[in-house]
């Protein structure tokens, strides 16, 4: 059904061929607003020097921090990007989370960054009410009709499914959409990324939606795997299902976790996650990012931008040990593999 796409890559600005991704970043937002609908007309105090201490130990402690709306603020930080080397971004806002397609293809246009958007629903707070009311297949068809037609009928097109928000225990509204998003991987060819919820069980639970309704681990990402294992058994366990581990909250180095009782890894501890996986053979199963979401992540607010990855991580990599070779097929090779339609 998708033949025109088949090998190739749907960006907003159109399909692409694998090899004009150059360096990816696979899992990051330019506009979310992370506030569930009820919420978002909150404002919180404005984020000035003296408040910036305080909002990275606790993100969670200003509302004006959990929202990314300026398209100015979105092309200076691509603009930082491209001039440092990067050359994709896979968005992964939502349907729920106040995507904005077509400010993403004049985000492109601008700075001539390929950016990759999602389909799909995140986690059931944010799923708008008539998702209640329909069925696996009306969902699916939602998602496929996003890939070949646009996302809400704005003719942009999305280029993967997720990321798909998912709470444990599983909300049955998410389980639903799950299964949607595993039918319209299996119709689209496009890749699948889920958001599992924060407990050990979650990722294998999604696994195993994925089997019952046919789907492929193999065009499945699983998100954030270092705030959701810490040890590497279950990281080797999950690779061996055949799904990815994405490594994509590389920057995000507090340890104090607002919203779960979780104790984040730093870069450091990632990359040695990273390794013990390339070891046990699957380094054709990693995905790195940084999943900026929140205004501290950005240069313009005193944060990480999205060239962090780029400049201060990969040389980590290399001091550790990693080979070019096994960088290239984390930030180039995986995610065009992935990227590509079947
Ligand atoms: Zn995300």
Redesign the pocket.
Known sequence: MMEGLKGRIQTVRGAIEPGELGFVLS?E?LFINLLPEAFRSARGEPIIMEKLGSLRRNWASNVENLSLESEEDAVYEMGVFKRMGGGTLVE?TVCGLLQNPQALARVSERTGVNIVAGTGLYSHQYHPPEIAELDESRIAERFVREITEGIEGTGVRAGIIG?IGLSWPVHPDEERVLRAAVRAQRETGASLSI?PGKHHEAPRHAVEVILQEKGDPERCIM?HIERTYFDIEPMVALAETGCCLEFDLFGQEYSYFPTAPIDMPNDAVRINFIMKLIDAGHLERILVSQ?I?RKIHLTRFGGEGYYYLMEYVLPMMRRKGMSDHEIDALTRGNPARMLAFL
């Open positions: 899992h937002h992964q990321e958001h998100c999943d979401c």
